[in-house]
């Protein structure tokens, strides 16, 4: 196969060594327990607690369900302000509890719920934010909890791409009320499908805890109309060995948005997101962003072009969630009510960005995109 016949991805899952993952196959097997927090479970909600730097975890089976659970371990109930710019589950979450999202715009800079524009939508039925830290950048959750606190609204970050992201030090799963992680296989982290939710307290954990298993509080006690949302002893074991490798994989992240913006921040037309100093970054997704008229090519083109010699970026996200039909006759998701996430949903691709990405490999992307 020639080289340019291989397909790249926008990214590719981490896996752990098979040895070590077979070995601790080997003990469930002996074990015979599979699921309902078992000890692999337990282990890893302990270790991830420890390496994110968060008081309380629980995991779940996958991130949709901890958004679809956190919306009903505070009662969320009649509208929540959030992003348009997103992937679908951010809002799906609320379809699913009954509630009714309410679009509001982004900012540019980070493509953020602009918390300039919360104010102006709260209504009487508001109960809470649910904003996104969009590609891991910490949204502004210093005036975002202040509006809330302003409104006693409830504050539910969809952190999904956030993991292991520190501002100052401080794990930014500690915003808000609740933070959700997403541990699919396509993210920094993964347990091949899985997620978290991040609370403050041990009530709240429990409540979680409760509801992710179908709200049992006790062998026959049911204290809510919970779901089933656990993860397995495979997963949570997976987990476990995948904390070993996750600073040498995001530090080669690193050294690969290193290599894009080296070559990339020179060219007229492609704009990025400047990561803050005071961050400790995942570099999960590298957005770029195209300027038509500069660049000389439409977003589309370059996205096009890159497929036809295999390489496959991906436009996170295109199209806005305001505009799939289930969301689109909304008041809230018209097209001049959200100007700026119109502006940067026409202009994003995500560069392939995953450790095993090779300096050949960076080449051949660069190449396509130099030579327009
Ligand atoms: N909130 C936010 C902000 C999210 O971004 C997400 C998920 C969620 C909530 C929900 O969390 P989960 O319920 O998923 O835990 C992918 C992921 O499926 C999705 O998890 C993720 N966000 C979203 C941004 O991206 P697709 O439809 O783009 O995935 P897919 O299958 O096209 O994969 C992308 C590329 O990755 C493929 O072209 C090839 C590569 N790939 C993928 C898989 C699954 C592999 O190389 N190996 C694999 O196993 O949604």
Redo the contacts with the bound molecule.
Sequence with gaps: MKKTDQKI?????VLPALDEFTDLLKDIWGRKWLTNNGKYHQDFEKALADYLGVPYISLFS????A?ISALQVLNITGEVITTPY??V??THALWWNNIKPVFVDVEPEFCNLDSKKIEAAITPKTTAILP?H?YGNPCDTEAIQEIADRYGLKVIY?A??AFGVKQNGQSILNFGDLS?L??????VFNTI???AIVCHDEKTKKRIDYLKNFGFAGETEVIAPGINAKMNEVQSAFGLLQLKTIDKNILARKEIADFYCKHLDNIDGIERIVVPENLHYNYGYFPVFIDEQKYGMTRDALYEKLKANNI?G?R?FYPLISQFPTYRGLESARPENLPVAEMITDSVICLPIYPDLTRDDLKRILDIILNK
């Design positions: 991805f926008v990214t590719q899952p996958n991130g949709t369900l958004l997103s992937f589950a951010t996104v969009v969809d999904a791409h959700i997403s541990f699919h296989a396509t993210k499908e899985g997620g496959f991906r996170y």
